[in-house]
């Protein structure tokens, strides 16, 4: 059993295991030398060369539990036929979202439109690197996925005003996420994925009589499809204000927590696994600061199954040394 398994199902190892979201990517100058080749980011998630040698970028340098493979949440409604389009210094920019058109998506079409997903998978599981690790496959949430297939960009703050006006649309959109999306996972674990992160990003931006209908429910149909399939399944509702209640709801194996989650009494509260709360904002900074709040979050988690990731993916501007610090004191400890 890898340390991430050992650790989700509540055994001790003797250090916590790590990896990092965004742990492939632009703070990586091997990585920013592929993506200055590749403009297009949807077609570079789409070569399985390209992304899973990216996937192992990170294994090759330092001693991480776990890969991530290399795609996006928003592979989801490119499959579904929605126009995505990724502009430099703006993010995300969705096409018109057209649900006559989304109904009548076949499932092998998109199979077949994320195929290149699937054997990226596949060929990272084939690599030695990921060797008694985990490869970590994921989706986002229904609800999260649906905010950037209405709001067509990222919300940052709020949504559009009238976002919630056309309820008919909200309700066929989440039903008809909710089956691609178990048919991503699927394809997912089969070819390779020994873990399934949910990433719900938007999940803070709903009010607590909201979350039942938007967040909760549409999640508890995913993570007990996960289950269904014996693979362990970690959620990250970044912003939700009460952590407690996910969990107690949604069930996952694992919960990330975000960077505004107080630690100490988050870890009181919850039993289940956690991963994750550093700031990414403190790879930033200098090795001692760093030394200073990593060894917090390893102290106040130390009789707690624990999972070192951040709050957040890594930072662009973040130095690979400070990752490597970051990962070789977590490993010290
Ligand atoms: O974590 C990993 O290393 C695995 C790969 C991964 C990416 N995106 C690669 C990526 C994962 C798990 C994601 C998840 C994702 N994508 C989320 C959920 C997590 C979060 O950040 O809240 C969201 C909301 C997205 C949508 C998305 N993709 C945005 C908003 C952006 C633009 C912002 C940014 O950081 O540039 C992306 C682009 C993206 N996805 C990049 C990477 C490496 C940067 C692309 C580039 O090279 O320009």
Redesign the pocket.
């Known amino acids: 059993m890898t340390p991430i398994q050992r650790t989700i199902i509540g055994k001790k190892t003797d250090n916590p295991p790590i990896w990092?979201?965004?742990?492939?990517?632009?703070y990586l100058p091997e990585?920013?030398e592929i993506?200055k080749k590749n403009p297009d980011?949807i077609n570079?998630?789409l070569n399985e060369n390209l992304s899973s040698v990216i996937?192992l970028q990170?294994l090759e340098r330092f001693e991480l539990d776990a890969a991530?493979?290399?795609?996006?949440?928003?592979m989801l409604p490119y499959g579904l036929d929605q126009e995505v389009k990724?502009k430099?210094n703006f993010?995300?920019q969705l096409g018109p979202l057209d649900l006559n058109r989304i109904s009548k998506i076949d499932e092998v079409d998109f199979v077949e439109k994320l195929y290149p997903v699937y054997k990226s998978i596949k060929k990272v599981s084939e690599n030695n690197l990921i060797k008694n690790k985990n490869l970590?496959g994921?989706i986002?949430a229904p609800w999260?996925l649906l905010v950037?297939m209405i709001n067509k960009h990222?919300p940052k703050k709020e949504l559009i005003k009238d976002f919630f006006k056309d309820e008919f649309l909200i309700n066929r959109i989440l039903k008809i996420l909710e089956k691609f999306l178990k048919l991503h996972i699927d394809h997912q674990i089969k070819n390779g994925a020994t873990i399934i992160?949910i990433?719900d990003?938007?999940a803070g931006l709903l009010k607590e009589k909201d979350l039942p209908n938007y967040v909760y429910i549409p999640t508890l149909n995913l993570v007990n499809y996960v289950k269904s399939l014996n693979i362990p399944i970690i959620c990250?509702p970044?912003g939700v204000k009460n952590y407690k209640n996910y969990c107690d709801i949604v069930k996952p194996d694992a919960i990330n927590i975000d960077y505004n989650v107080n630690p100490i009494s988050i870890c009181k509260e919850i039993n289940i696994p956690i991963q994750g709360g550093l700031d990414p904002k403190i790879l930033l900074t200098d090795k001692e600061n760093l030394k200073k709040e990593a060894k917090r979050y390893l102290d106040i988690f130390k009789d707690h199954p624990y999972i070192f990731n951040l709050g957040?993916?890594?930072l662009?501007q973040t130095e690979p040394n400070m990752v490597d610090y970051l990962v070789k004191m977590v490993k010290d400890y």
């Open positions: 990092l979201m965004r742990q492939a990517g632009r990585f920013r993506r980011f570079l998630c996937t990170p991530i493979i290399f795609s996006d949440i928003l990724f430099k993010g995300p970590i994921f986002g999260t950037y990222s992160q990433f990003s938007w990250f970044r957040h993916g890594v662009p």
